[in-house]
């Protein structure tokens, strides 16, 4: 089911509870990659859905991923302590960090992963509380960060974006409640927030996105809102609240801007995804709980791809969600060869 909350989206007109990351469980179970088909009329209050066969992987809880300019796509692979990197059309490229450490090129639950123009891919190694920095062919450059809350240090990093200049990263810290600013290159800036519930203060700050102007969008997870700063960290305005109704959140994590300037917003535990304006106006939702097709259990991402589909990490459900918007579904077989090539 898919519901229209406001105006249509443009780009598709013509075509339980947990608590927060750092303490959920892991559990050994496999990812499905499925492929799902929406009709022409997307946003339908209705909209007939067709889905290729499951597709087996080893992913575990995937929280978060990137698209690069040139098609492929990186997945944090969380509870496996890896990234995935797939071809556009979903082909298995590499593995990297196959191993849980602390050594340099390993991880320990990687979460938020960013890229910015140059290609240069920043990961937030959550339990490391550390930043680590790969090229575009994903070789490590870069490593800063330690456990602490002091200038430079960490506190469960989770999430990152960096700024249209390429110039600032934002991280967000779970257990921090901060937002921390760096150069791209580990020199330290400065951080926004303190732990609260009032205006610019967070209780464990999850997703981060840069809007269509530059202003830095915060998933405040458990005050279940969006916050929204200058690109200096300045407090500008919030929009949501708890609740299922339309606009308000369960527990709020991925944030992801389109090439549009819709913001999509994982709502996990209302099990949906929410589409939003960049003012903060709901536009639409899709999803529910379950382990169907059209259904989710505990999203942590939606990922909106440069082709128009969207690739969803329904978490609990330990898969990913290709939703593809069109006639036909036309890289079902492409992202079936996942199920080989992962195993």
């Known amino acids: ?52 066969h499951p597709y087996s992987s080893t992913t575990n809880q995937a929280a978060g991923a990137v698209q690069f300019a040139d098609g492929r796509t990186l997945i944090a692979d969380t509870y496996n302590d890896r990234l995935l990197l797939l071809a556009e059309n979903g082909g298995f490229l590499s593995s990297h960090g196959p191993a849980l450490g602390s050594g340099y090129g390993s991880f320990n639950k990687p979460a938020g992963v960013a890229v910015d123009a140059l290609g240069n891919v920043y990961v937030a190694d959550q339990y490391n509380n550390r930043i680590v920095k790969f090229t575009s062919a994903m070789a490590v450059t870069a490593v800063w960060g330690s456990a602490g809350n002091g200038p430079g240090q960490m506190q469960l990093p989770t999430n990152l974006a960096v700024s249209p200049d390429g110039i600032r990263l934002y991280v967000t810290e779970l257990s921090g409640n901060r937002v921390s600013i760096f150069t791209t290159t580990g020199g330290f800036i400065g951080s926004f927030g303190s732990p609260g519930s009032g205006p610019g203060q967070f209780n464990n700050p999850f997703g981060i996105a840069i809007g269509p102007g530059g202003n830095v969008f915060v998933g405040d997870e458990s005050n279940h809102r969006i916050q929204v700063f200058d690109a200096s960290g300045a407090y500008l305005t919030q929009f949501g609240g708890p609740g299922s109704g339309p606009g308000q959140f369960n527990f709020p994590v991925g944030l992801t801007f389109d090439g549009s300037g819709y913001l999509y917003v994982a709502d996990q535990l209302n099990n949906r995804i929410q ?65 080989t090539l992962y195993r």
């Open 1 to 52: 089911m898919v519901m229209i909350m406001d105006l249509p989206h443009p780009a598709f007109d013509s075509v339980q509870p947990e608590g927060p990351l750092m303490i959920r469980r892991l559990l050994p179970l496999c990812s499905t990659i499925l492929l799902v088909l929406a009709s022409a009329s997307a946003w339908a209050v209705t909209c007939p859905l067709t889905a290729s």
């Open 275 to 339: 589409v939003f304006t960049a003012a903060g106006v709901p536009n639409c939702e899709f999803g529910s709980f379950g382990s169907a097709l059209d259904k989710f259990y505990n999203p942590w991402f939606a990922l909106p791809l440069r082709d128009g589909n969207v690739l969803v990490g329904d978490t609990y459900n330990y898969r990913l969600l290709l939703y593809i918007f069109g006639a036909t579904p036309t890289r079902s077989s492409s992202w079936g060869a996942v199920k």
